[in-house]
């Protein structure tokens, strides 16, 4: 398949014929990538079970794998959830549109091809005016996962769904970078207290600010027990992955170095590709191997920008391993820091 790529140049003034053929390939049951907030996604009509099912070819995603779909209005929701709790009515008023993925009793109408099979379904309405523009002339809701291959780093460029998605699908709409950079917060609402599935940009403050009580998923803070099905079926497989085998280090600033330098120079003496990731505040204090920083440490947000780009350039680099500073798992930090500790494979040390 040709995959026709598309540059819309001003995203904020998007006009309706530039996303018109994107529209009418989604009608028709095929796959467009598109910028959101969050990372680029994969879009197909969320009702069209064949469609949904082009998305996991496409990507390699295992089919109980369930996919968010997309909304670009409020009432939308109505015609998918078979329930609109009040907690989910609070969210929405002040987190749509944006980077919260809801999870809902589904209705009838959405297929168990788009939900793996569950008898829920994920929802969000993103803010990025591209995304929101071609869900509305798609006249559909839009099932989107990111738009890497399954085990891959998520997209936050074009260029990133370029590499992965390249004669597999349809179009790629370029919207240039994405602003947050890790995927979208999950909150699961179809319980008497909401539960975190999965970190992201509204972190567990807002929502606990907004709720006053949110729980969260294990499968957040460690590795999912042999048995155990996770809330979220997708936090039980390693992605965020790069190739090289990672390890996060944690601890005292001043230490960390020290430790990360020390195992730099140990698999470096081995033969090894060494890469390192560090920030903006420590970038000096490394005198060797692959040194990348992932943003500033000061301001976490540009650390959830950069940090799939930095995995993705590592692959690209044949990292045989990687050192990672940690950083504080609060706030933003949470989805950060749930992100590198996938990446490692848990494998992360003290220093
Ligand atoms: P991605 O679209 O690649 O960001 O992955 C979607 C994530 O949403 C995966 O981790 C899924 O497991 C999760 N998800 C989607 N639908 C549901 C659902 N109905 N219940 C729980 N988690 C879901
Ligand atoms: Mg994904």
């Not at 028709?28 to 990372?39: C, D, I, Q, S, Y």
């Not at 509204?202 to 099905?229: F, H, N, S, Y």
């Not at 390890?247 to 033969?271: C, D, F, P, S, Y």
């Amino acid at each position: 398949m040709e995959t026709k790529q598309i540059q819309i140049l001003n995203p904020h003034k998007v006009k309706d014929e530039e996303l018109a053929e994107a529209a009418e390939i989604l009608k028709k049951g095929g796959l467009v990538a598109f910028p959101t907030e969050t990372v680029y996604g994969l879009g197909a009509n969320g009702l069209d079970e064949e469609a949904a099912k082009k998305i996991y070819a496409a990507k390699g995603r295992p089919s109980d794998n369930p996919l968010i779909v997309h909304i670009s209005a409020p009432e939308e929701l109505e015609s998918l959830a078979a329930e609109i709790p009040d907690a989910a009515k609070s969210l929405m008023e002040l987190y749509w549109p944006g980077p919260l993925t809801m999870v809902f009793k589904k209705k009838e109408i959405v297929p168990c091809g788009t939900t793996g099979g569950l008898d829920t379904v994920a929802v969000r309405m993103p803010s990025d005016p591209i995304a929101r523009a071609l869900i509305r002339l798609a006249g559909v809701p839009v099932a989107a996962p990111s738009a890497n291959r399954s085990g891959r780093p998520s997209p936050t460029t074009a260029g990133h769904v370029w590499q992965d998605m390249a004669g597999r699908i349809e179009m790629i709409i370029d919207g240039g970078p994405v602003g947050i950079g890790v995927e979208s917060t999950i909150v699961d609402v179809t319980g008497p207290v909401p539960v975190i599935l999965r970190p992201g940009a509204v972190t567990m403050e807002m929502i606990k600010d907004a709720l006053g009580q949110v729980e969260i998923d294990p499968a957040i803070v460690g590795p999912v027990k042999e048995g155990v099905r996770p809330k979220a079926p997708g936090m039980k497989y390693r992605h965020y992955a790069p190739k090289a085998r990672m390890t996060l280090v944690e601890g005292e600033m001043e230490q960390v170095v020290r430790t990360i330098n020390r195992l730099a120079r140990e698999a470096l003496k081995g033969g090894e590709r060494v890469g390192i990731i560090c920030t903006d505040e420590t970038r000096s204090c490394y005198p060797a191997g692959m040194i990348r920083s992932i943003g500033i440490r000061a301001r976490e947000e540009t650390v959830a920008h950069n940090l799939y780009a930095v995995l993705r350039e590592f692959d690209d680099l044949e990292a045989d391993v990687i050192f990672s500073e940690s950083f504080p798992g609060d706030q933003i930090g949470q989805a950060i820091m749930n992100r590198l500790t996938k990446a490692a494979g848990y494998h992360i040390i003290k220093a």
